[in-house]
């Protein structure tokens, strides 16, 4: 019997069709079955329904007059507040065409027509049951403040925690992301499975992009981490000594020579013979591992930007 079905407790769900016999059918076996029922004969009148009461699940037909469920549905997926909500689309075109249609539009199910009571609220139940279970835990990731998204595998956003959106608002390039136009660096870098993360630079600040795993129907989470980006570290003598090992003697004249001075200029500087510069520098070049100038300057510069790079 209908009644002895699965149902979820307390389930609300909108059906959407033009036709009176179809909305009939399925009023009667839904509230049989101990759901709450909302009607619409209408995209529009759909959409004004949701926006006074959010159901658990709608049955949506994807042909009708006006605006139609195709439509319908993407409407419904751009807005916060009603994109969570599993649509089941309902037809009688079984084209691949239109399923894709479907799917494209944002539905996460279909039947066929004529409908087949049993089918329906089988899944009915599952997907109002899968789409509480991810509301929950989506509101146990929004009380943690942890900033987690999930992403189609084309870069398009399905899901946001609230510590997420507020972090991208900071970011001018996250207002294309809101509008399903995924920046062309995190549509790449989710191409290349091997990438575990992915670090974006935006004026003071460095983002963060971590994978977290990915589920059945293709979507990926994503941890977003902000911190400050690391200053310029120009090459004082103290960072000098510090990075290459040299005395603060040593890395005082090696300054100077990465400012392009002669060695009598870093006498001048430093109070020192030209032939104590000179000693100097051999002691800088053999721990250093190089022979000229030039190259003792270059390998400073490449063990500061490892270390700005390791930050």
């Not at 995190?186 to 990438?195: C, S």
């Not at 100077?256 to 520098?281: A, F, M, Q, Y």
């Given at each position: 019997m209908i009644s002895s079905l699965p149902n979820p407790h307390n389930a609300?769900?909108?059906?959407?069709?033009?036709?009176?016999?179809?909305?009939?059918?399925?009023h009667t076996m839904l509230e049989q079955a101990g759901y709450t029922v909302l009607v619409a004969t209408d995209g529009q009148?759909?959409?004004?329904?949701?926006?006074k009461f959010t159901p658990d699940a709608i049955l949506l037909d994807a042909l009708m007059p006006g605006l139609n469920g195709f439509e319908t549905c993407r409407l419904l997926k751009t807005n916060p507040l009603t994109q969570y909500i599993p649509v089941i689309f309902m037809?009688?075109?079984?084209?691949?065409?239109?399923?894709?249609n479907g799917f494209e539009a944002g539905g996460v199910d279909y039947v066929t027509k004529p409908i087949r009571p049993s089918e329906v609220l089988a899944r009915l139940a599952t997907h109002i049951k899968n789409s509480r279970l991810a509301s929950q835990n989506r509101q146990a990731i929004d009380a943690a403040k942890v900033a987690i998204l999930a992403v189609s595998q084309t870069g398009k956003l399905r899901w946001q925690t609230d510590a997420a959106m507020h972090l991208l608002?900071?970011?001018?390039?996250?207002?294309?992301?809101?509008?399903?136009?995924?920046?062309?660096?995190?549509?790449?870098?989710?191409?290349?499975?091997?990438?575990e993360s992915l670090t974006l630079n935006w004026q003071d600040q460095r983002l963060i992009l971590s994978k977290l795993g990915g589920t059945n129907d293709?979507?990926?989470?994503?941890?977003?981490?902000?911190?400050?980006?690391?200053?310029?570290?120009?090459?004082?003598?103290?960072?000098?000594?510090q990075i290459c090992g040299l005395t603060h003697r040593e890395a005082e004249v090696i300054?100077?020579?990465?400012?392009?001075?002669?060695?009598?200029?870093?006498?001048?500087?430093?109070?020192?013979?030209?032939?104590?510069?000179?000693?100097?520098?051999?002691?800088?070049f053999t721990k250093l591992g190089v022979e000229t100038r030039t190259a003792a300057a270059s390998m400073i510069a490449s063990k500061i930007r490892q270390r700005v790079d390791a930050i």
């Open positions: 609300v769900v909108l059906i959407v069709d033009d036709a009176p016999e179809n909305l009939s059918l399925l009148t759909a959409l004004e329904r949701v926006a037809t009688g075109l079984t084209e691949s065409e239109y399923v894709v608002a900071h970011y001018d390039w996250a207002a294309s992301w809101q509008n399903n136009e995924p920046p062309l660096e995190i549509f790449n870098w989710l191409q290349q499975p091997e990438l293709g979507t990926q989470l994503i941890l977003l981490k902000e911190i400050d980006a690391p200053k310029d570290m120009t090459p004082t003598p103290e960072l000098i000594m300054h100077w020579v990465t400012l392009g001075k002669t060695n009598r200029d870093i006498g001048e500087i430093l109070e020192l013979s030209p032939r104590t510069v000179n000693k100097h520098l051999e002691h800088i």
